[in-house]
């Protein structure tokens, strides 16, 4: 599992993103024998992404509603 989005809610509601990856460790015999992983926080990059999209969806709307004015 290499650089997965995953969100975490908590309890009070909050979410939170993180980009995850994870190996398993394997022994001599190749049986996995422990995991090993790494989360970034990635809330202000899912907001930005949140942001651009909402400010895509008013230009496609301005520039529909505008007809041949443009």
Same mark, same amino acid.
């Given at each position: 599992m290499l650089k997965i989005e995953t969100i975490n *809610? !908590?309890?009070?509601g909050s979410r939170h993103w993180f +980009?995850?990856? !994870? *190996?398993? +460790?394997r022994n001599a015999d190749n049986k996995i024998i422990g995991l090993s992983g790494i989360s970034y926080g990635i809330d202000e990059r899912k907001e930005a992404e949140?942001?651009?999209k909402q400010a895509e969806? !008013?230009?496609k709307f301005a520039l529909e509603g505008s007809g041949d004015a443009v």
């Amino acid at each position: 599992m290499l650089k997965i989005e995953t969100i975490n *809610i !908590k309890p009070d509601g909050s979410r939170h993103w993180f +980009l995850t990856s !994870k *190996i398993p +460790l394997r022994n001599a015999d190749n049986k996995i024998i422990g995991l090993s992983g790494i989360s970034y926080g990635i809330d202000e990059r899912k907001e930005a992404e949140e942001a651009m999209k909402q400010a895509e969806q !008013k230009w496609k709307f301005a520039l529909e509603g505008s007809g041949d004015a443009v």
